[in-house]
């Protein structure tokens, strides 16, 4: 038992490893951008099946670091051309909607172009193997996703902590019209924070499809959790984010050992209990888009 | 157009209000009229039903989202409980088709009359995400509870009954059917209609128009979004109903977010601050879907097309654009 429930607990925590990427990604666009994006999880899955094409040509590393760059191209097409039309609109249900159909043509041009067929993306050999006999679970490449996602976050907070662009994007979160006023061109600034969020769900597109594969909806199971993980951990909060996913993902792991047909329910359940006891989330801010 | 479009917030001379009585008599003479005219230009009748049971859910949905500012993603929810409310009454409990159109729909406002209060908590965009999630919440325990809801396949095994009135036994083919959606359909939207003239109604509006000085008045806002978040999730769980009687079937689809987005387009498509918008934009959803999906592979895209043009260039739907002037 155990074994099983460490097994199952350190399933939950990679899983959470992803949640908590999309997450990042969905809440950086939230902050700046205003966007509840939708379109978040058929991002994911474009970059990784870019990186699925690119694979060949360029090595599982060159994909790793160039899909979810082209990802990002995209995004920025997508910001510049269309989102952006709807900032002063203050009713949040049309980027809501907008990326939502964003979302359906999306995967919609992925089955077009790929197939509608499953794809395994090749990951390097060396990365295959269980470090142990004993704990079979713990292969390389898992280790390698908590390593990446962990290298994610901490760049992510190293930008916005010591550079100008991350100070200005966090000023922006706090009060756009001041720094606008103070002379910072808030759409160049939108549109490099869009651009990030997309390639943060395409590091995470391209590390799931290592382990699941590829399918054109394979955005879907992901993007409802990183949802969760942003209400748990607190609107408005990047570290509740994350701690967010890690949370939710660790407790559906622990509940698969016990309940297994309940591991996705429970995440909800966990938000339910966290918006009656504690409104704001984990280390939300009272009062944030509301 | 006025006349259908016509606004319960805007009440202006006898000439607007008989104008209005005059357009909704002709609104309910085509839809009376609709096993009639429909297959002439080649559509046929379980699609009229289908276009109707579309229009009720976002009307309902509309109550919160357009009329009181709620931006609820998570309307499935309560349109899913009601198909499998009815689905399983009809399958296990009885064979009266009234009944289990009166429990399933019960079933779905009683859920949403208890989850209510908790999204209420929150406003804007937190309201959305945390509707969205317990409508996933629902989807996956209808996924999940494979015994009683058939899983992932859905519910199968269960159709509508023959309604037998004092003299009469119906037997609920594609035009019967109509009739009972239309009914249910005019019953609704009455309802609609006399909780929007009402002050309730207009708390409502005014609650859209501003939340945080309706709350400084000591108005108890979060209460007042409430029960326009059961009455709109009752509303949505009778369309669920009805849809799992048109299909003889439902499944985890009814539940899923995707179809709240769908009766959130239907809304803003035909116009959220027009009774009658969700009747327009369902018309024209369910018609294109219907007709797109049986010429291409790629519907798909031209359903996100629609989403995507209707919110860039109709932000206050069809009705408001032909209705320019008219604010609510």
Partial sequence: ?290 | MSGLAGSPASTSGSAAISRRVLGNAALGLVLLAVPVWLPLVGGYTDLASRVLIYALAAMGLNLLLGFTGGLSFGHAAYFGLGSYGVGLMLKYETHSTLLALLVGTLVGGLAAALLGPIAVRRRGIYFSMITIAIGQMFYFIAVRWNGLTGGEDGLTGFSRQPIHLPGVTLPMGSTDFYYLVLICFGIAALALWIVLNSPLGHSFVAIRENYKRLTFLGIRTQRYVAISFAISGLVAALAGGLNALLDNFTSPNTLNYTLSGDFLIIAVLGGMRNFWGPLMGAVIFVLVRDYVSAITNNWMTVIGLVFVISVIFFPMGILGFFNGRTKS
């Fill in chain 1, 1 to 290: 038992m155990g074994l099983i429930l460490l097994f199952n607990a350190f399933n939950g925590l990679i899983q959470g490893a992803f949640y908590a990427l999309m997450a990042l990604g969905l809440a950086l666009i939230l902050g700046l951008n205003n966007t509840i994006n939708f379109a978040q999880g058929a991002f994911m899955a474009l970059a990784a099946y870019f990186a699925f094409t690119l694979v060949p040509y360029v090595g599982f590393w060159g994909g790793l670091i160039v899909a979810p760059l082209l990802a990002g191209v995209i995004g920025l097409g997508v910001e510049v051309v269309l989102v952006r039309r709807l900032y002063n609109r203050r009713d949040p249900i049309y980027t809501l909607l907008l990326t939502f159909g964003l979302a359906f043509i999306i995967q919609d041009l992925i089955r077009t172009v790929w197939g509608a067929q499953g794809q395994p993306l090749a990951i390097p050999a060396f990365l295959n193997h269980p470090l142990s006999s004993t704990y079979f679970f713990i292969t390389g490449y898992r280790l390698f996703v908590v390593a990446v996602a962990l290298l994610g976050t901490g760049a992510l907070f190293a930008v916005l902590r010591f550079t100008r662009i991350g100070i200005r994007i966090r000023a922006g979160n706090s009060d756009l019209e001041t720094i606008a006023a103070l002379g910072v061109n808030i759409y160049l600034l939108r549109s490099a924070n869009f651009v990030i969020g997309i390639i943060f769900a395409g590091v995470a597109g391209i590390l799931a499809a290592g382990q699941i594969g590829l399918t054109p909806n394979m955005g879907d199971s992901l993007i409802m959790p990183a949802f969760v993980a942003i209400v748990v951990g607190g609107v408005g909060s990047l570290v509740g984010s994350l701690l967010g996913g890690l949370i939710i993902g660790l407790a559906s792991g622990i509940t698969t050992a016990f309940f297994p047909a309940a591991s996705e329910v429970v995440i909800y359940v966990i938000m339910g209990i966290m918006l009656v006891v504690r409104p704001r989330g984990l280390m939300g801010q009272e009062g944030l888009f509301e």
